[in-house]
Nanobody
């Protein structure tokens, strides 16, 4: 069992920056890959980024590549998503998820946080 809690969301201006955190407890967190997903009103949940258990492998959705950065600090049991130069279309509820496999598919993840709202103003 892994418990995940997101934080750091809020209102940010386009072109600004924001850092989201995903704090974990329970089983050995460092053994899990972690993904970030987001869901905008009326839209399907979509993949944003994932990071391997070691942090040595990452992947990003094309829409955020070059702007967002995923990282992890296993000593703090925390995964981060740095949002640089966010756009209004990045507005969504952001969720972190943990699983054994690295994947862009949400059904490959076993544990989910409650989500944190990110709103980007123009």
């Amino acid at each position: 069992q892994v418990q995940l809690v997101e934080s750091g969301g809020g209102l940010v201006q386009a072109g600004g920056s924001l850092r989201l955190s995903c704090a974990a407890s329970g089983r050995t967190f460092s053994r899990f890959a972690v993904g970030w997903f987001r869901q905008a009103p009326g839209k399907e949940r979509e993949f944003v980024a994932f990071i391997s258990w070691s942090g040595g492998s990452t992947s990003y959705a094309a829409s955020v590549k070059g702007r967002f950065t995923i990282s992890r600090d296993n000593a703090k049991n925390t995964v981060y998503l740095q949002l640089n130069a966010p756009k209004p279309e990045d507005t969504a509820v952001y969720y972190c998820a943990a699983g054994i496999s690295q994947s862009a598919a949400d059904n490959e993840y076993d544990y989910w946080g409650q989500g944190t709202q990110v709103t980007v103003s123009s």
